[in-house]
């Protein structure tokens, strides 16, 4: 965190990166440069390069901590439990990417805005998606196991899901008036209402 020396501000690595991304955020990360990061931090471009190599280790740094928050999703206990089905994993899922998402916006938003124009955009953008095939096979195996809709590719359905998650990045607003409770609950419900096998009527 920020504190002050002698009347000077200095920071940590984490806090220069928070800072690096809020800024990757609002202006996009190829037209962010280290000297308006250094000017945002209140310190000097040598102060920047004391903590951190460079603009990619930033980035690298970053989004590596958010798909990390991601991955560890999938081994919630919430998730992993024998007697969770697939529709249940599904649920858990959505609703702890959601907190992932709000904990860590500026860094997702910009992990979402990528398009692989570096080798180690490219890397972090495979990581992202070994995530959403990870989702796609509990989606499929929900299908396969008259769970959700067989009529839709697992795949496509994932997309969409994941999508209407992801697309909080662009509204949300943590100290907003909707409650973060009450937006998981909304992500969840039009999912699973979306996805659920139709149940036969006894009439």
Request: hydrophobic fraction near 45%; avoid cysteine.
């Given at each position: ?40 931090a209140g310190v000097t471009k040598a102060a920047i390069y004391h903590h951190v190599s460079g603009k990619e280790a ?146």
């Amino acid at each position: 965190m920020p504190r002050s020396v002698a009347g000077r501000r200095t920071h940590d690595a984490e806090s220069i990166v928070r800072i690096a991304f809020s800024l990757f955020r609002e202006r996009g990360y190829d037209a962010t440069t280290i000297d308006q990061v250094a000017v945002r931090a209140g310190v000097t471009k040598a102060a920047i390069y004391h903590h951190v190599s460079g603009k990619e280790a930033i980035l690298v740094n970053g989004v590596t901590r958010a798909l990390d928050a991601l991955f560890a999703v999938l081994e919630d206990p919430r998730v992993t439990a024998p007697a969770a089905t697939p529709m249940d994993q599904l649920e858990q899922i959505l609703r702890a990417a959601v907190e992932v998402e709000v904990e860590h916006l500026d860094e997702v938003a910009v992990l979402l805005r990528m398009r692989g124009n570096t080798s180690v955009e490219s890397a972090i953008m495979q990581r992202r998606r070994e995530f959403d095939e990870a989702v796609a096979r509990i989606v499929e195996e929900a299908m396969r196991r008259g769970e959700a809709r067989a009529d839709l590719d697992p795949h496509i359905a994932t997309r969409l899901i994941l999508g209407m998650a992801n697309s909080l990045t662009e509204w949300i607003r943590p100290a907003g008036e909707m409650s973060r409770e009450r937006i998981v609950d909304a992500v969840v419900g039009i999912a699973r209402s979306g996805l659920s096998a139709p149940t036969e009527s006894t009439s």
